[in-house]
């Protein structure tokens, strides 16, 4: 009877790590978070590495605010974590992670008075969103070998993804980003991740009949990594490509939500006012909508002024406009506040010229970046 029993734990056990091993979210729990059990959800830890990870870049004391609230929201999601509500700590551990990586970006100091008209545009984002445009992003499951950059025939259905909506909706355009982990030089990377972005334009352009003129791709090497260059499976990550569509659509024309939403809002201020005129209150509740819509959405409303006045001042005031947006999403839609969160950039992100009324306003904008944890 002992022997039986043995051989019956030994199943039940067995049973039991090859149902976890069996599904790609859990991962072997370091007890960090001071979380039960022998497995957790990767997101979980992913927040702990990358909060580990800008700390060991001595981003806590580089930028010391924003490092605690990317801290904060790692705590906070181990707390919602350990009461049981999986989904939602995995959630916002994501978001965590998110803000973890995105920790101190390099900016460039602008001069208040006005530039010459042949000046260059500062930097920004690529999926930022253009006036009346918006951007949906999505990541591609795609793996590939080390050193190669063709496309195995299991990963269609990824590239089917970009197809497939750049089909639907002819007047998109795509830009193809590839990237790659850490081994081998800077420039052997960059030239790596470039030929596996054109692998996925050629395949778009052949399989699914998109018109060249309608993609580019851009490689980045091993910039932006997501995940930590110290294992096999965080190299993999790494190894990745990502497509940022520009589309003219209604957020609610989409059949399902994507990974990554980005929208400018159509939304004008008062000189030195945060307040939300009544008229544009219509831009915001699309963004409610659709989280309603999407309970597992969350959102970064960004807030950004033009250069004229002082450049703490412009970042305290582009932060108040974001926050009352957030007050209003969570008060008029009812979006839980832990789905939100508000950032002022100031003028460090300029899309137009500060020479003209035109491009002023263009610069003193809103946008909403929309995350979405889709289960695969």
């Given at each position: 009877m002992t022997k039986a029993w043995r051989i019956s734990s030994f199943l039940i056990a067995a049973t039991s790590a090859g149902m976890l091993f069996g599904c790609a979210n859990y991962e072997v729990n370091t007890k960090r978070g001071d979380?039960?059990?022998?497995?957790?959800?990767?997101?979980?830890?992913?927040?702990?590495?990358?909060?580990?990870?800008?700390?060991l870049a001595g981003k806590d004391k580089t930028c010391p605010a924003e490092f605690k609230a990317a801290e904060d929201a790692k705590n906070h999601a181990y707390d919602v974590?350990?009461?049981?509500?999986t989904e939602e700590g995995a959630a916002l551990a994501k978001q965590a992670t998110a803000l973890a990586n995105a920790l101190c970006p390099p900016q460039t100091t602008r001069e208040v008075t006005p530039q010459p008209e042949e000046a260059a545009i500062l930097a920004v984002p690529a999926a930022e969103p253009t006036p009346e445009r918006m951007k949906y992003c999505v990541s591609l499951d795609i793996e590939f070998d080390i050193n190669r950059a063709d496309i195995r025939p299991q990963y269609h259905d990824e590239v089917a993804k970009v197809g497939e909506f750049m089909k639907r909706n002819p007047t998109t355009t795509a830009t193809i980003e590839g990237y790659a982990d850490e081994v081998g030089s800077a420039d052997y990377n960059m030239q790596l991740s470039q030929r596996r972005a054109e692998s996925v334009v050629?395949?778009?352009?052949?399989?699914?009949?998109?018109?060249?003129?309608?993609?580019?791709?851009?490689?980045?090497?091993?910039?932006?990594?997501?995940?930590?260059?110290?294992?096999?499976?965080?190299?993999?990550?790494?190894?990745?490509?990502?497509a940022i569509i520009d589309c003219a659509l209604d957020v609610k024309d989409l059949a399902q939500p994507a990974e990554r939403l980005c929208m400018t809002l159509k939304m004008e201020f008062a000189t030195d006012s945060a307040e939300i005129k009544p008229g544009y209150y219509g831009e915001i509740d699309g963004v409610g909508e659709y989280m309603k819509k999407y309970p597992t959405t969350t959102a970064v409303i960004e807030g950004h002024t033009d250069n004229v006045g002082a450049q703490d001042y412009n970042m305290q005031l582009s932060r108040q406009r974001a926050e009352n947006v957030v007050n209003y999403l969570a008060d008029k839609h009812g979006i839980e506040r832990s789905r939100l969160?508000?950032?002022?950039?100031?003028?460090?992100r300029a899309i137009a010229y500060n020479t003209s009324p035109e491009g002023r306003q263009k610069n003193r904008r809103i946008n909403a970046i929309i995350d979405c944890v889709i289960k695969k």
């Open positions: 979380i039960p059990g022998h497995y957790i959800r990767y997101e979980m830890q992913e927040a702990d590495r990358a909060v580990e990870a800008a700390r974590f350990r009461a049981c509500h050629k395949s778009l352009t052949n399989d699914f009949g998109i018109d060249p003129s309608r993609l580019s791709a851009k490689g980045y090497g091993k910039a932006k990594p997501i995940a930590d260059n110290a294992t096999d499976a965080g190299k993999q990550k790494n190894r990745r490509i990502e969160s508000a950032k002022g950039y100031g003028s460090t």
